[in-house]
């Protein structure tokens, strides 16, 4: 029982792996998205200037905001003041894991609930909590947020907010 158990696992970790880890066609819309204009600092501060106006006016609490590019590397990491240090490296790990995903990461949760789908989310380092969101620039995946400080609603309200920073033309 635990051998086929341990065969159905193995397989979908090389089902999901496939999924979630960079292959040539990621690699293409990575070398695509450098050459039309990939996620910028720019873009990154006006996404977080967006959403810390968006908790400003709605009296959420201090949040962290992580944007990262399309290969999970770190653009912007923005703590407030009175955010918790660990927000931070949680952040991080939701922008990390929306893009490695290409979806928010509340939409993983359901995955997750299943003991061996944990164990690989936790192998290949992602979350599902709420707060991260990939960020699509003309319909590709060119990076991720990911906040953290608030209750999910107030993460992924932060987070929505920011992706009003991008562009109409380019959403």
């Not at 949040?63 to 490296?89: C, E, K, N, Y």
């Amino acid at each position: 029982m635990s051998g086929v158990r341990f065969f159905a696992s193995a397989a979908f970790v090389v089902a999901l792996t496939s999924i979630f880890l960079p292959t040539g066609a990621m690699r293409a819309a990575e070398s695509e998205a450098a050459v039309s204009g990939p996620l910028s600092q720019a873009l990154a501060e006006s996404m977080a200037q967006r959403c810390l106006s968006e908790s400003r006016s709605k009296g959420w609490p201090a949040f962290t905001i992580a944007v990262v590019d399309v290969s999970g590397a770190l653009i912007l990491l923005r703590r407030q003041d009175a955010a918790a240090p660990v927000t931070a490296d949680v952040a991080a790990l939701k922008a990390k894991s929306a893009v490695r995903t290409g979806a928010p990461t509340q939409a993983l949760a359901t995955m997750g609930q299943d003991p061996p789908t944990r164990d690989l989310f936790l192998l290949l380092q992602l979350t599902d909590d709420p707060g991260g969101l990939p960020i699509r620039i003309n319909g590709r995946v060119v990076g991720a947020i990911g906040v953290s400080g608030g209750t999910a609603d107030q993460d992924i309200g932060c987070a929505t907010a920011a992706s009003g920073a991008l562009p109409p033309e380019k959403k």
